[in-house]
């Protein structure tokens, strides 16, 4: 991930590509072919890296990650869109509260 950003009734924050590197920061996908991925990152509020396995899908213009968190099976849905090697995938937060943008680049 080289830039994300949020969006709440306060204003749209974003953290470039610069900022994450200075904080050791790292969100790094990697899609198969076959329909699987892995995550790995250490920009979630748990210290330390995590990386989370699961299924991915597209449907229109939806990615679809099917992984387990804990002992929860979720769906996380994001809207997709691919310009130029770049992967923008945003959602808004289970309250709707909150829109996330994370941004990409093709290794």
Same mark, same amino acid.
């Given at each position: ?59 229109? !213009?939806? /990615?679809? #990650? ?10 996380? +849905?994001? %809207?997709?869109?691919? &310009?130029? !090697?770049? /992967?923008? #995938? ?10 996330? +943008?994370? %941004?990409?680049?093709? &290794?």
């Amino acid at each position: 991930m080289f830039e994300y950003s949020w969006t709440n009734d306060q204003g749209k924050q974003v953290t470039t590509e610069d900022q994450i590197k200075a904080n050791g920061g790292i969100t790094e996908y990697v899609f198969t072919d076959d329909g699987n991925f892995k995550l790995t990152s250490n920009m979630a509020e748990s210290s330390g890296t995590t990386t989370y396995e699961g299924t991915w899908k597209f449907e229109e !213009n939806k /990615l679809i #990650l099917k992984m387990k968190m804990g002992e929860e099976l979720i769906d996380l +849905v994001w %809207s997709a869109e691919l &310009k130029d !090697n770049i /992967l923008n #995938l945003s959602r808004s937060s289970p309250d709707g509260s909150t829109i996330i +943008v994370n %941004s990409f680049r093709k &290794k």
